[in-house]
């Protein structure tokens, strides 16, 4: 892995003749940013393997530690030991978030129970994503947050007692969600968050891990999770944490539309509240294989195996699945433009506050790529198949744009130039090495 793990802010792709490998990858980011968390919330030491290398772990790992979490780091192993709901300190400077939607919202849920002042912010990207999401439900328990225009990171929480509420959050987010649970455990009395789309459960299933009393039923609004509040947290001791889905969704889709491709993936974490790409992949004929199906740690795992496909039919995705695959929609539109038939995404308009604009960006490098594509404010539509054309388009300085695009470039014809390529490590440092090694034409520099 070593050629390709310097930055590189361009990368040039050829067309790909056989995509073939056998790995594993690193640890779900949703899932360590959680353990981290859960690790210090913890009474105890917990050790966690196979923890993200993305950037924006480390990110959460170094804020904690700003906090007084003491922690350990050797490659993907993080020894943690957790302070307890009481044992945060106040923080000397401003914790820095970096690119990191996830660290500085469920952050601040742990922050806004504190009884000190935390500053919390992270680079250009971050500065311009809404927190009001956020500002709202801990202002409603108690805290007191002020933001640039009451939406944009800094965000200067003053934390405090905190009060339980019952909360229905205006859009699907696993990270308002999260950050409330969070602040919840904080709270005088139970905390109720009501989902009328659900969205990734990780946190639920730790904090049961974590031996939390954790109330999850059903009505006519959606799910409600109650979390009793000042329940202390048992260390999560031996974690492994699953390999990322959405990074495997890089490869599996590069796999299925090379001309020969076989690749499979080692212990992927496959939650149905993560996992409907594959489900939409295989309803347009994409051959997606389940070995060795299992659980750890209340998350299911398995191995995917992914080949060579022709994709066909009409798929047409809206708002209940799109929580569950709308990280992946960058690299499912690639996927869309060799179908023999057509793709529409529509109820996606939360890609537009994500790390980049992602609607604009894949519209903007597709159409660059001679593609023709439909832009809707929530969603797209194309017709497939299209040939793709190489060309030099850019990352907008978003990981999953950068490498949704090297995906793009494998089915081109020509050379596809990717700029602000580094993005990758935001998520997968180790994106471009492990796609070369898959066969992929990967090359540093324009
Ligand atoms: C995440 C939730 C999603 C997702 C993000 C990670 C999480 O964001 O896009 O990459 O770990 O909870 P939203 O909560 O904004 O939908």
């Known amino acids: 892995m070593s050629s390709f793990s310097t930055a590189a802010t361009t990368v040039s792709i050829a067309p790909a003749a056989r995509i073939f490998g056998d790995f594993r990858l690193p640890g779900d980011k949703s899932i360590s940013h959680r353990s981290a968390m859960f690790a210090a919330l913890g009474g105890g030491r917990s050790r966690i393997d196979n923890y993200s290398t993305a950037r924006d772990c480390q990110n959460t790992l170094d804020c904690l530690a700003a906090l007084g979490v003491k922690y350990q780091r050797q490659d993907s192993i993080v020894t943690i030991e957790g302070v307890g709901l009481d044992g945060f300190t106040e923080a000397r400077q401003t914790l820095d978030a970096g690119n990191s939607g996830t660290t500085i919202r469920l952050l601040s849920g742990i922050l806004a129970g504190q009884p000190f002042t935390t500053v919390i912010g992270g680079d250009e990207s971050l500065s311009r994503r809404p927190m009001r999401r956020i500002i709202e439900p801990l202002t409603m328990m108690g805290a007191r947050i002020e933001a640039r225009d009451g939406t944009y990171p800094p965000l200067r929480i003053n934390g405090g007692n905190l ?17 409330v649970l969070l602040a919840g455990l904080f709270a005088d009395g139970e905390t109720t968050i009501i989902e009328a789309t659900p969205t990734r459960n990780h946190t639920e299933i730790m904090l049961r891990e974590s031996g939390a009393a954790l109330k999850i039923g059903h009505d006519e609004n959606g799910e409600r999770i109650t979390i009793p509040g000042r329940q202390p947290l048992a260390a999560l001791g031996n974690y492994t944490v699953a390999g990322d889905i959405s990074s495997s969704a890089f490869f599996l889709i590069a796999a299925l539309v090379a001309p020969e491709g076989e690749l499979r993936l080692q212990h992927i974490g496959v939650n149905p509240s993560r996992a409907a790409l594959i489900d939409v992949l295989t309803e347009m004929g994409g051959q997606i294989a389940i070995e060795n199906a299992r659980h750890a740690h209340g998350e299911p795992v398995a191995d995917l195996v992914a080949r060579s496909s022709s994709l066909t039919g009409k798929v047409e995705l809206s708002s209940g699945v799109i929580a569950n695959l709308i990280d992946e929609i960058p690299v499912l539109a690639i996927a869309g433009t060799q179908i023999d038939g057509s793709m529409t995404i529509r109820g996606a308009g939360e890609l537009r506050v994500k790390e980049s604009d992602r609607i604009r960006a894949i519209v903007d490098n597709l159409r660059l790529m001679g593609v023709t594509i439909e832009e809707f404010e929530d969603g797209f539509h194309l017709d497939g198949p299209q040939q793709l054309r190489g ?35 935001v998520s997968l440092p180790e994106f471009y090495s492990l796609l070369s090694a898959a066969g992929a034409p990967v090359k540093l520099g324009s």
């Open 163 to 179: 009060h339980a509420i019952e909360y229905r959050p205006p859009m699907a987010s696993a990270q308002v969600k999260t950050c």
């Open 391 to 425: 060309a030099r388009v850019n990352s907008y300085g978003d990981h999953r744009i950068a490498m949704a695009f090297s995906v793009a470039g494998l089915i081109a014809i020509g050379e596809t130039v990717i700029d602000g390529a580094d993005a990758a490590s």
